[in-house]
């Protein structure tokens, strides 16, 4: 089964900006890397194919893209549900998809197979932390058509909420927190 990790980097960063921030909130230094570049060397560990979908004008992503040799779609997106939809259209080659959120540079390379793993054997994976949802989800290609239809800013969650849903409970809040401030709080 082909499995790869679409990494969703095409956000406007407005909370990010609002709260003081400058540009765009994937670019902003985590010790050594930026968050994007952080979350994106753990995908490459996991050696799971990668796609980022990103923003035109992200050249701190594009870079990225370009220097680890990761493939990469560009759109101005106006919400998550659009940027599933172009990413998924753009490899519908694959078997299955790990959504995967750029904002979150804590998760490892270990979550990665892991959810892969389970969505050999079942069509939705999500991890949970304390009852919570986190990320990020696998879905199978039996969901292509309505993650190509994919609108709005809700992301996956039309298809999450009508379909069994494998919860696999994870004892690591990072998936459930995302950067969306320059203190670097995590929500």
């Known amino acids: 089964m082909n499995i790869g990790i679409l990494i969703l980097a095409a956000g406007k960063s407005e909370r990010f900006q609002n709260a003081g921030g400058k540009g765009s909130k994937l670019n902003f230094m985590l010790e050594k890397n930026t968050v994007f570049e952080k979350t994106l060397l753990n995908s490459i560990d996991s050696e799971l194919p ?33 940027s599933i939809a172009f990413g998924v259209k753009n490899t519908s080659n694959l078997d299955g998809w790990i959504i995967h959120l750029a904002d979150m540079p804590y998760i490892n390379s270990h979550l990665f197979i892991r959810v892969a793993n389970k969505l050999k ?24 058509t309505e993650l190509i239809n994919l609108v709005g800013d809700d992301g996956a969650k039309s298809i999450l909420r009508r379909n069994l849903v494998y919860q696999l409970n994870i004892n690591d809040e990072n998936v459930v927190k995302d950067i969306d401030y320059p203190s670097v709080d995590n929500d």
């Open 50 to 82: 990668v796609h980022v979908v990103t923003r035109p004008e992200n050249e701190g992503v594009i870079n990225n893209c370009l220097q680890f040799n990761i493939p990469y779609s560009l759109i101005n997106s106006n919400g998550l549900g659009e």
């Open 121 to 144: 054997h079942h069509t939705l994976v999500r991890p949970v932390y304390n009852g919570l949802p986190g990320h990020p989800v696998g879905i199978s290609a039996k969901y292509y």
